[in-house]
C-alpha cells in the first residue's frame, strides 16, 4: 500500500470517528437554557426606584432625588412617594405645607399603602376601594399592612369551595387536574387588563399585582386605570392640582412586569422636560468628591507644595553649588565683609567709623578754627575745598538715623571728601 493511499485512509477514518462522536452527542444530550437570578449592582443596588427612575430620564424628564421635603418641590412639579422610612422622616411635621403645595399646583403621586397613614388620609382625596368577596355577600376594607389582603381571602375562599364540591361528590382526577391548572396560571391571574377612563385615557395596559381605589365622596376624578374589581390607578382632583393614587408598586422588581412600565409613565403623565422629585434613601455624595468640587483649587495647590517640599528635602549626590576654594581672603575683602556686617547690624557705627577716618584725614587741612563752626559753616568750608554740594555733605555729616540706602550715599560722600582733602596741601 502506497504512502498516499494509507494517508486517505487515516483521514477518512479520522472524519467517521468525528461523525460518530456527534451523532452520540445529538442522541444523548439536551440542550436546555437556564435563567440566573444576578443581583442588581451600582447604583440599583440601593435605589429601589433606579428602573423607574431611568425611564422617567429616557423620556426626557429632570429627575431629582432629595432626602427631605425643605424646601418643598418648585410649583408644577411631581413629587413621588412610594412609602419609605425616608419619606415618613422626610413629611413629619410638613404634612400641611405638603397639602399646601398640591392645592396651588402641584401634582403628587403616592403609593395606595400610604392611604392609611393617619397624616395624609385626612386630606388626601382618595381611599381602599370596598371590595366583595368571593361569596358576594360580605365587604371588607383592605388595610395598610398588607395592600393585598381582600383579594387573597377572596382567592383562598374560592379555593376552599372548589376544595369542598370536590369532597361532596367530584372527582379527584379532576380535583388534581384543576390545581395543576391554577398553579401554572398562577402568574396570569395576579395580572389583569386596565382600561383608561377620564380626558387623559388612552389604550390602557396589563399591569401586575394591584388592588382596587376610590375617590372620598365629593372629588373629582380626572383619569383611573380600572380592572375588573376597579380603578387601580387613579387621579382626582386637589384645589389647582391632583393627586395620583397607585396600587400597582414600581420598585426595580415590580416596574419589570407586564405593563408596569406604562402604568408608571401614565399615572406620572411623563413628558419631557418635566420636573420628577423622588424623596428616596438618595446615597451621600462622598465627603472627597464633595470636597473635590467646592475647593480644587486648594488641593491641586496643596499637592504643588508638598511635591516642592519633598523635592527640596530629597537627598542629593552632591551639593547645590560648586564649593568655594579654600583661601585667605584679601585685605579688601575683609574690609568689605566687616562694612557688610556692620551695615546690617549697627549702621550707626559704621558712620562713626567713617567719620573719624575722614576728621584724621581733614584734620591737618582745615583751619584751627573748624570745630568751633556750626555744622552748616562746615559743611560750606568742606565743599569749598572738596567741590561737593553742601547739602550733601550736611546729611554726610550728621548723627541722625539712615536708611541702608542713604548711608551708602553718605559713606561714599564721607570718603570721596577725605580723598579729596588728602590731595590738597597742608594748612599754613
Same mark, same amino acid.
Given at each position: 500500500m502506497s504512502e498516499r493511499l494509507r494517508s486517505v485512509l487515516l483521514n477518512l477514518l479520522a472524519l467517521l470517528a468525528l461523525a460518530a462522536v456527534g451523532l452520540w452527542l445529538m442522541n444523548n444530550t439536551e440542550w436546555v437554557e437556564e435563567?440566573?437570578?444576578? !443581583? /442588581?449592582? $451600582?447604583?440599583?443596588?440601593?435605589?429601589?426606584?433606579?428602573?423607574?427612575?431611568q425611564l422617567a430620564r429616557a423620556l426626557g424628564a429632570k429627575v431629582?432625588?432629595?432626602?427631605?421635603?425643605?424646601?418643598? !418641590? /418648585?410649583? $408644577?412639579?411631581?413629587?413621588?412617594?412610594?412609602?419609605s422610612e425616608q419619606e415618613v422622616r422626610a413629611l413629619s411635621?410638613?404634612?400641611?405645607?405638603?397639602?399646601?403645595?398640591v392645592e396651588q399646583g402641584g401634582h403628587l403621586v403616592v403609593n395606595a399603602s400610604m392611604l392609611g397613614w393617619d397624616n395624609l388620609s385626612d386630606w388626601l382625596p382618595v381611599r381602599w376601594a370596598e371590595q366583595k368577596s368571593a361569596s358576594g355577600s360580605n365587604k371588607c376594607r383592605v388595610d395598610n399592612t398588607d395592600a393585598s389582603v381582600s383579594q387573597d381571602d377572596a382567592e383562598n375562599n374560592a379555593s376552599d369551595g372548589n376544595e369542598g364540591e370536590s369532597d361532596s361528590g367530584g372527582n379527584d382526577e379532576n380535583a388534581d387536574a384543576a390545581g395543576a391548572s391554577s398553579d401554572s396560571n398562577a402568574d396570569d391571574r395576579s395580572c389583569r387588563q386596565l382600561s383608561e377612563t377620564g380626558a387623559a385615557a388612552g389604550p390602557g395596559f396589563?399591569?401586575?399585582?394591584?388592588?382596587?381605589?376610590?375617590?372620598?365622596p365629593g372629588a373629582v376624578s380626572l383619569w383611573s386605570a380600572t380592572g375588573p374589581d376597579g380603578a387601580e390607578l387613579l387621579r382626582v382632583k386637589l384645589g389647582q392640582g391632583d393627586v395620583t393614587a397607585s396600587s400597582v408598586d414600581?420598585?426595580?422588581?415590580?416596574?419589570?412586569k407586564a405593563d408596569n412600565a406604562e402604568a408608571f409613565a401614565a399615572a406620572l403623565r411623563?413628558?419631557?422636560?418635566?420636573?420628577?422629585?423622588?424623596?428616596?434613601?438618595?446615597d451621600p455624595e462622598p465627603l472627597f468628591v464633595w470636597l473635590w468640587q467646592r475647593a480644587w483649587i486648594v488641593f491641586v495647590l496643596g499637592f504643588l507644595a508638598l511635591a516642592a517640599a519633598l523635592w527640596r528635602g530629597l537627598p542629593r549626590f552632591g551639593p547645590r553649588q560648586a564649593l568655594p576654594a579654600l583661601e585667605r581672603r584679601s585685605m579688601a575683602e575683609q574690609i568689605i565683609g566687616a562694612a557688610h556686617f556692620l551695615a546690617q547690624n549697627d549702621p550707626?557705627?559704621?558712620?562713626?567709623?567713617?567719620?573719624?577716618?575722614?576728621?584724621?584725614?581733614?584734620?591737618?587741612?582745615?583751619p584751627r578754627n573748624y570745630s568751633s563752626l556750626t555744622e552748616n559753616a562746615r559743611a560750606a568750608l568742606i565743599a569749598r575745598l572738596t567741590g561737593q554740594t553742601i547739602g550733601e555733605l550736611a546729611d554726610a555729616l550728621g548723627a541722625h538715623q539712615r536708611s541702608p540706602a542713604r548711608l551708602e550715599v553718605d559713606l561714599r560722600c564721607l570718603e570721596t571728601a577725605a580723598?579729596?582733602?588728602?590731595e590738597r596741601p597742608l594748612h599754613p
Open positions: 435563567r440566573e437570578y444576578q !443581583p /442588581p449592582t $451600582g447604583e440599583a443596588r440601593g435605589n429601589p426606584l433606579y428602573v423607574a427612575q431629582e432625588r432629595h432626602n427631605t421635603l425643605a424646601p418643598m !418641590p /418648585p410649583a $408644577g412639579a411631581t413629587l413621588v412617594l412610594v412609602s411635621g410638613r404634612e400641611a405645607l405638603l397639602r399646601q403645595w396589563r399591569v401586575c399585582d394591584g388592588y382596587p381605589l376610590e375617590a372620598k414600581m420598585d426595580n422588581d415590580a416596574i419589570l411623563l413628558a419631557p422636560g418635566m420636573t420628577l422629585w423622588f424623596i428616596d434613601e438618595a550707626q557705627a559704621l558712620h562713626q567709623a567713617a567719620l573719624r577716618v575722614f576728621m584724621e584725614a581733614a584734620a591737618e587741612r582745615l580723598r579729596r582733602l588728602r
